[in-house]
């Protein structure tokens, strides 16, 4: 319905009359597969109803056999074989890959496993519910194979950094009854490709262990079972200790060892299939196998051995970090993931996947790469990204993250002088690791949009996209995700295309460039402008701002020596003011704040411009929202007219502050006088 947010991109609204769906659309859909947990099952009636909802028409469901002709069929490779017969060549698939045809009487939808055939039965509606009735036969294949989110859910229902109200999974401690929501997460997981979810926060509390809460767990698994999503969950490292009554969570010990196979044990009783653990160790006051004297790779490996015989896998986190001095110009907490990583490379358990920031600091508005997809030849690795709009507005700024994820997903970081960009790098490809892939935290909630706002929804179904193939097209999938979500009115298309797209640059320019980070509150919030927040601290943030000058010196030569974490030919092209790009500028090299960048600008006068240009745009996606009356729903017209209204008034916040702040502390004027004023 349209007034429900919970369909997501999966609304299929009808089409008009005037499209080919009746000639084209098959009059049965056989389903290979009967089980009713099955994803091949779930196939089935999510046809049936798409094909209903999309074209009017009643499809008849058929499990089992085939039938002769004008049918969409459903199920795996191998089952087609034995029931359907012949099958024309069809490319070598990988694991959760498909085969779609809709050449001739048949659509042929099937996957390489169960998993897979949801995902084609998704791709084909997600053709009609567009319109595209077009004759097309491919094989198509996941870039990797983990393709995770995760929920920073606590078990009290509260969510670290969730803007979608309430949690879905948990209330008072324990997993709540009615997994409604949980299902339609699951679902649209699975349109996106996403095969698991790890449902609480990585600041994890350890009577998630408890057996009330096992069988809870083992109820959320039985829900994203037939979607082909999987359970994993967050470790507090401690809990030997402080849950288990031991003494010690030494990761060496052997009752620990035992404690923590014991425990491993019992969750595959209640969640068989359980996709496995994610830790994150000795960051930000969780405990680790520090205090034990212990490494990083020996604290993984504990939980990567209890796991191997079930197939399971680790991802440790590399955001581990220790609180700095900013008196000491060579401290920086952008090095730590180096520093702490590279030493342990070759040192992790097969199963173990190190979970990696985009960038080395926190989810900032830019960053550069982070060096530490360089550092570790011998160790599987996958990217972190962030959905939920933490640092970025909130989910009450427009910001479509794709273009963002991209800087680094695309960055050829040239390790050993050859092509090695991050997303071949995180799938395995360059390195030939076996394991890698992605997780995003996403931390969708009660609320009836998930998120919190129906427009940053595009982020979420453009991350399952990124997953499945890294290399696909921000402003293509965001078209896709548009005419899914608000229909196929073209100026509706073109419109939020638009918006979308300049979302990013605007929420940078605002926020923060050069490569200064986003200056918001770092402190408690991450909300809203404070850039006095970001010096004077242990939390290594800063921006080094003084009367003259300003930026971090991250060179070798005079600096903290980050660049020389990255290869040779990028630790050289960031040594050198010269060869840095303007917008890491501020990243790399302390300046004066009247330098030139290579735009000509200077860096104070490019402060202001772009954060009058920056909010400038952000006006700018009211009056073009506004264009759109009449042709999106009156109750979402209105939600995110709602937002947009607030943003309009919160980007020029945004900008005051920031110009103003910087006014102060330089006293140079502002070319265009805008300004000088304050
Ligand atoms: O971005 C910071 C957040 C914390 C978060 C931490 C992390 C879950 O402010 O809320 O903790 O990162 O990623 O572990």
Request: glycine letters at 8%; a negative charge.
């Amino acid at each position: 319905a349209a007034e429900n947010g919970l369909d997501g991109w999966l609304r299929y609204a009808p089409l008009p009359c005037t499209t080919q769906c009746h000639s084209k659309v098959p009059a049965n859909i056989v389903v290979l597969n009967a089980t009713e947990t099955s994803p091949i099952y779930v196939a089935g009636t999510e046809l049936q109803t798409g094909l209903k909802s999309i074209c009017g028409s009643h499809a008849e469901l058929i499990h089992g056999q085939c039938k002769a002709s004008s049918s969409v069929v459903v199920g795996t490779i191998e089952q087609y074989r034995k029931t359907c017969g012949n099958l024309s060549e069809i490319p070598e698939l990988e694991e959760d890959g498909f085969w779609l045809s809709t050449k001739g009487n048949d659509v042929q939808i099937l996957g390489s496993n169960d998993r897979g055939a949801l995902y084609g039965a998704f791709e084909y509606l997600s053709m009609l519910a567009q319109g595209n009735f077009s004759e097309v036969a491919y094989a198509t294949s996941p870039s990797a194979p983990i393709r995770w989110v995760n929920q920073w859910d606590n078990l009290d229902g509260s969510i670290e950094r969730g803007y979608g109200g309430p949690s879905i999974f948990f209330k008072n401690g324990t997993v709540v009854e009615d997994l409604t929501r949980v299902k339609q997460y699951g679902r649209l997981l699975a349109s996106i490709r996403i095969n698991a979810v790890v449902v609480n926060n990585v600041n994890a509390n350890a009577s998630l262990l408890s057996s009330e809460n096992l069988k809870g767990l083992g109820r959320i698994a039985d829900a994203f079972r037939p979607y082909g999503v999987k359970v994993g969950i967050s470790l507090n490292f401690a809990s030997p200790e402080t849950f288990g009554g031991l003494d010690t969570y030494d990761p060496l010990n052997s009752s620990v060892i035992k404690w923590w196979s014991n425990i491993t044990d019992q969750l595959y009783q209640n969640v068989p299939d359980m996709a496995g653990y994610l830790v994150k160790g000795d960051s930000e006051g969780q405990p680790g196998p520090e205090i034990y004297n212990r490494t990083l790779a020996q604290g993984a490996n504990l939980f990567a051995k209890a796991l191997q015989p079930y197939g399971g896998i680790v991802m440790f986190r590399a955001f581990v970090y220790n609180q700095l001095n900013e008196s000491d110009w060579k401290a920086d907490r952008a090095k730590a993931a180096v520093d702490f990583f590279k030493p342990l490379d070759g040192e992790f358990e097969e199963n173990v996947v190190i979970q990696i920031k985009y960038g080395p600091i926190d989810f900032q508005v830019r960053e550069p790469t982070s060096p530490l997809f360089a550092n570790l030849l011998n160790t599987n690795t996958a990217i972190e990204l962030e959905v939920t709009q933490e640092y970025l507005g909130q989910q009450s700024h427009l910001v479509y993250l794709p273009p963002l994820w991209k800087t680094v997903l695309d960055f050829d970081l040239r390790v050993d002088h050859k092509p090695s960009l991050v997303r071949d790098i995180v799938t395995g490809k360059r390195f030939n690791r076996k394991l890698g892939g992605s997780a995003a935290v996403v931390n969708v909630g009660t609320n009836t949009t998930w998120l919190g706002s129906y427009l940053s929804m595009s982020n979420l179904y453009a991350y399952g996209r990124l997953a499945w193939n890294p290399a696909d097209d921000p402003e293509a999938m965001v078209q896709d995700w548009i005419q899914l979500t608000f229909g196929l009115d073209p100026t509706v298309l073109k419109t939020l295309t638009r918006m979308s797209m300049e979302s990013w640059p605007a929420y940078l320019n605002y926020s923060g460039n050069l490569g200064i980070q986003t200056l918001t509150d770092i402190l408690y919030t991450h909300y809203g402008p404070n850039p006095a927040t970001q010096d004077n601290n242990g939390w290594g943030q800063w921006t080094r701002a003084d009367h003259t000058t300003v930026g971090m010196d991250r060179t070798i030569s005079n600096g903290t020596g980050y660049s020389g974490q990255y290869p040779e030919e990028i630790a050289a092209m960031y040594e050198n003011i010269d060869t840095t790009p303007d917008n890491l500028c501020l990243w790399f090299h302390h300046v004066n704040w009247t330098h030139h960048l290579h735009s000509g600008k200077t860096v104070i006068q490019h402060f202001y411009d772009a954060h009058y240009s920056g909010a400038d745009t952000a006006q700018s996606f009211f009056t073009q929202w506004e264009s759109l009356k009449g042709k999106v729903d009156e109750e979402r017209y209105n939600h995110v007219r709602h937002r947009l209204d607030y943003q309009t008034g919160h980007s020029i916040v945004w900008r005051d502050a920031i110009s103003n702040f910087y006014y102060n502390m330089t006293s140079i004027p502002d070319d265009s006088k805008r300004v000088s004023h304050y």
